[in-house]
């Protein structure tokens, strides 16, 4: 049913230009559903794609895009003012200019201004970021601005609300106070006065407080000791019963993701690699599972022989030709052509969704 999807990104593909001549494709065709008051959990190591995933949804790139393919469908109001499915990416996708780096550097700065420019127009159209959609940081003060008190900040957020100011601080002070933050002492603070686990705990208050449809939740343990961790977790917990809000966890942490992810999507080198219920990716026994995501499990659960996954992830600059996991894969398999074709695409193991990118699974 499509009344209760939040958001479904199907074939996003985004490659950089990352020297002259040479791309690089970040994320390759990936595909996940986020449900109405679902949490997903996307897990992977360091250099994943987790995360350009997510800044792919929002269009925030930490570099201009030399290509962006595939649909980001988000709910929104149509003209008549009911919510339907739209692709964020329509506009700029039948319009976008393939970046080459050259000679020509007016034209590669005149490409560069196009993105940005509409970018900025397709995002601002709908108050997506922030209003539909708001994303907490892995290290939330980079995202606090430092000339800002913690009052200031949600001032700022909430003012398109039209709130008035006696409202807007009663608000503040419900909402600081209910995430174990004291109002009358860190509403007047600025963020360098803030411990990081207080500075994190600011942030989903700031989540809570603007209402959004979808919360984008990037390492956001990542630096905190346990107990900020598990408080975070109970946070969360408690802004996916009362305000039905659909979450995106991002976490190379399975223990965290195993807390409160109700699906999982796996990812390896800019690809999903498996994706599925929680409890069908977490569950050792399972007997069909992606050779990476029984390497993480393993590791997980404390039962790998060695302690860490062999070999190294691929680097930005290299490119993998054939699967991009062949080369640490204990199940490697010569016969099935692996360091040559890549697997085609996601395969369905049963009706509850589990899907695995692997030849090992193709007929299946």
Known sequence: MNNDIALSVENLRVVFNIRQGIQKTIVDDVD??????????????????????????????????????????????????????????????QNTVKIEHDNNKYRYKKN???????????????????????????????????????RKHFYK????????????????????NKFKLPADKVADLYPHELSGG????????????????????DEITTGLDLINQVAVVKHLETIKLEKRQSIILISHDIGFISKLADKILVMYDGQGVEYGNSETILNPQTAKKHPYTKELLDIYYQTHKDGYILGEPPRRNDIVEGCRFHKRCKRFN??????????????????MEHQIRCKLFQNN
């Open 334 to 351: 010569e016969g099935m052509n692996c360091s040559k074709v890549a697997p085609s695409d996601f395969h369905r193991l049963d009706i």
């Open 112 to 150: 560069f201004k196009y993105w940005r420019r509409e970018n900025k127009k397709l995002f601002n159209a709908h108050t997506i970021r922030g209003k539909k959609i708001f994303i907490m940081f892995q290290d939330p003060k980079s995202f606090l601005n430092p000339f800002w008190t913690v």
């Open 198 to 217: 207080m500075c994190q705990r600011v942030m989903i208050a700031l989540g809570y407080a603007v209402k959004p449809d979808i919360i984008i939740a």
């Open 157 to 176: 957020i909430l003012s398109p609300q039209n709130n008035s100011p006696k409202i807007m601080d009663k608000l503040i002070k419900e909402t600081l």
């Open 32 to 93: 996940f559903i986020l449900r109405k008051g679902e949490i997903l959990g996307i897990v992977g190591e360091s250099g994943s794609g987790k995360t350009q995933t997510v800044y792919s949804i929002l269009g925030i790139h930490v570099q201009n895009p030399g290509l962006v393919k595939g649909s980001v469908n988000l709910l929104l109001p149509d003209a008549d003012g009911q919510e339907k499915l739209k692709n964020l990416y329509e506009t700029i996708i």
